[in-house]
């Protein structure tokens, strides 16, 4: 991933997991994430990455990233290296022929793609919301079937 990618993907990891109402705060976590950069690129980064300030549920304005981008604010956060170590997946759990997947905010559409376009044949589709995914599986399919195909699309 090349440095400004790695940056902008830092920038929204920080911006959906805690309420920060100036770029210099922002700049300040960037710099905790090993990112040291201008106000003036900053400013730049956010009007690529449409982010604007809204009011928070405090009443502070805080900066938010657009509607279309699926990130949610979690309660205990991570810092933005950790985040980007750790992979969307969190557990799968079956009943019936459908399965649950947990994923970190904001990574079950890309997850639930990728199932989709992938050779899994015991899967039949996937819906997606922002951190859970709901897999319909082909009637009399194995578990371990399952597993077996989704372990070449996540990380178990």
């Known amino acids: 991933m090349k440095m400004k990618d790695r940056r902008l993907e830092t920038i929204k990891m920080i ?7 100036s770029q210099e705060e922002v700049l300040q976590e960037l ?7 201008t106000q ?6 956010f009007k690529q990455l449409k982010i604007a300030k809204a009011a928070s549920m405090n009443g502070q304005y805080v900066y938010v990233l657009p509607n279309e981008t699926m990130y949610k604010r979690v309660h205990k956060p991570m810092s933005a290296m950790e985040m980007m ?7 799968v759990d079956f ?3 459908m399965a649950v997947i ?9 997850i639930a793609y990728n199932i989709d376009n992938s050779d899994v044949k015991e899967i039949l589709g996937t819906i997606a919301g922002d951190d859970t995914i709901l897999i319909v599986l082909r009637e009399g399919t194995d578990r ?10 996540v990380e178990f």
Do not use: C, M, W
């Open 95 to 97: 009943s019936g022929n």
């Open 102 to 110: 947990k994923t970190r905010p904001g990574y079950a559409s890309s």
């Open 144 to 153: 371990e079937d399952v597993l077996r195909g989704l372990s070449g699309i």
């Open 40 to 45: 003036a690129t900053l400013s730049r980064d």
């Open 85 to 91: 170590q750790t992979p969307g997946f969190r557990s």
């Open 31 to 37: 710099k905790k994430a090993g990112f040291t950069l």
């Open 15 to 21: 911006i959906s997991s805690q309420e920060l109402g």
